[in-house]
């Protein structure tokens, strides 16, 4: 049997031995941006998710037009009969106002009969 005060010393060089400083824990890896770290926890459904992301703008791009042309559809029904926005409105009236003319005297007033009639 081996002496008890031996062991102990045993131990204790042991431990002197593998023993660390003070200041051994205080160092920290410098810390990753945001969009690597997304880019790590996001993995294969990174690919996923770009995949779906493209879709859906081809599917917007499609539906665009159309959107569009429901919205020009109620715009007007919404202003039926008014016709100052009418004539203001580039949705309601796209063609927009007539091209000036040149400096015409009789032109002018045939055009100005034309809006006292109405």
């Given at each position: 049997m081996s002496n008890p005060d031996g062991t102990l010393e045993a131990i204790d060089a042991s431990l002197r031995d593998y023993?660390?400083?003070v200041d051994?824990?205080?160092c920290?890896?410098?810390p990753k941006p945001?969009?690597?770290r997304l880019q790590e926890a996001l993995g294969v459904f990174g690919e996923l998710a770009e995949q779906a992301r493209q879709a859906f703008e081809a599917v917007a791009k499609e539906m665009a037009?159309?959107?569009t042309g429901i919205e020009r559809g109620f715009h007007k029904a919404g202003w039926q009969g008014?016709?100052?926005h009418y004539r203001r409105?580039?949705?309601c009236n796209p063609r927009g106002f007539p091209k000036p003319l040149p400096v015409n005297g009789h032109e002018y007033h045939r055009r100005q009969r034309r809006r006292n009639r109405r």
């Open positions: 023993s660390v400083s051994a824990m205080r920290a890896p410098t945001a969009e690597v037009p159309i959107l008014d016709r100052a409105c580039p949705t």
